[in-house]
């Protein structure tokens, strides 16, 4: 029992982690849908962007930077964000978590 995401956050559970740092985790995603596909989130643990308070207004600014980040890092020409919302939307893992999924750069055979 427990969320899955704050044990891969604690480390408690395995996963390849791509970034870390004192508040957020990056990982690659078990079920890839794109030739890269992480999924980057906060350590905190908020169910999803429904449940985001105005204290965690900083948070999730910084949650766009670390995709940002990781996409620099990654020399990533492009990619998508998605993050979705409730079981309607199709979120299976209840702790807020933005999906970054993209393509290999140019001439890069994987990335
Ligand atoms: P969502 O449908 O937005 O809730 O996305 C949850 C994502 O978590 C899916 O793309 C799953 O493939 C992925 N996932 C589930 N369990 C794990 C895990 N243990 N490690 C890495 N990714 C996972
Ligand atoms: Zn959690």
């Known amino acids: 029992m427990g969320c899955l995401f704050?044990?891969?956050?604690?480390?408690?559970?395995?996963?390849?982690?791509?970034?870390?740092?004192?508040?957020f985790s990056v990982f690659?995603?078990?079920h890839?849908?794109?030739?890269?596909?992480l999924l980057i989130i906060p350590k905190k643990h908020i169910q999803s962007v429904d449940h985001v308070a105005i204290e965690d207004k900083e948070l999730m600014?910084?949650?766009i930077l670390v995709a940002q980040k990781v996409a620099r890092a990654k020399?990533?020409?492009?990619?998508k964000?998605?993050?979705?919302v409730g079981?309607?939307?199709?979120?299976?893992?209840d702790h807020l978590h933005l999906h970054l999924l993209a393509r290999p750069p140019d001439g890069q055979a994987d990335i």
């Not at 890839?32 to 596909?37: G, I, S, V, Y």
């Not at 020399?75 to 990619?79: M, P, T």
């Not at 964000?81 to 979705?84: F, V």
Request: aromatic content about 4%.
């Open 75 to 79: 020399n990533l020409r492009g990619y």
């Open 28 to 30: 690659h995603d078990i």
């Open 87 to 93: 079981r309607e939307a199709g979120q299976i893992v």
């Open 81 to 84: 964000l998605q993050i979705n």
């Open 61 to 63: 600014g910084e949650l």
């Open 6 to 23: 704050c044990k891969i956050a604690e480390k408690t559970l395995p996963a390849k982690i791509e970034y870390e740092d004192d508040r």
């Open 32 to 37: 890839p849908k794109a030739p890269l596909h």
